[in-house]
């Protein structure tokens, strides 16, 4: 066999550099590829813990409404605040220590505030300001999650047919409050009933 006969049976520098270029380029892909399908993946995990979060927090408000203390006055009340061009309403009623207050560690009567916290940075939070009627001590807050861009409440007051911005009357509840929540690029709403209880003047402690 003549070296020329080698020569043509053998692969070249240059086809050599090509075959690497290839499977360098095929690996890139792929790499590409696994990398995006990862972070689609993480991406639909958060989407949807963040999801379970809502959906837990709004079934927790449903039960606290409809097991405020029955034979209690002032035991839902709520403001309307804006700040900044931001939804940020109070809404207040009356729980005993346990699931009402995310906590084993209490015991009594408390008022839970659930409102949103502007934290450093202008970023805004959802939470719980929760205080002991009994012992009077400094709130504790207690924070659900961030990226809230807006938490509103509004309460159905029968005698006027009408959705109120506050509700300040100790002595009657609402038939029914709407709770309006903007958080990253979504908004959530819930209408929840409240069993009404009217209360006499100088209600029951």
Known sequence: MSIRDNRAGAF?????????????????????FVASTIAA???????????????????????QMLHLPSSRAGAITGEAHRFGGVSSDELQWIAYAGSALLTRNASGEWTVTLTT???????????????????QRDAVWLPLFRQVKGFEVRYFDVSRKDW????????????????????????????????TKAQPKGGSA
């Open 164 to 195: 109120m911005e506050k509700w300040t009357d100790t002595h009657a509840r609402p038939s029914l409050i709407r709770v309006r929540l903007w958080r990253g690029e979504e908004a959530f709403e819930w209408v929840l009933p409240i069993p």
């Open 117 to 135: 916290k502007q934290l450093d940075g202008g970023e805004y939070e959802l939470g719980m300001r929760r205080q002991d009627l009994l012992r």
């Open 41 to 63: 993946v993480k991406a639909s995990a958060r989407a949807d813990q963040d999801h379970a979060l809502v959906t837990a927090f709004a079934d927790y408000l449903s039960a």
């Open 12 to 32: 070249t520098l240059l086809e050599v550099m090509l075959a690497v270029a290839i499977l360098a380029l095929i690996g890139i892909g792929i790499y590409g």
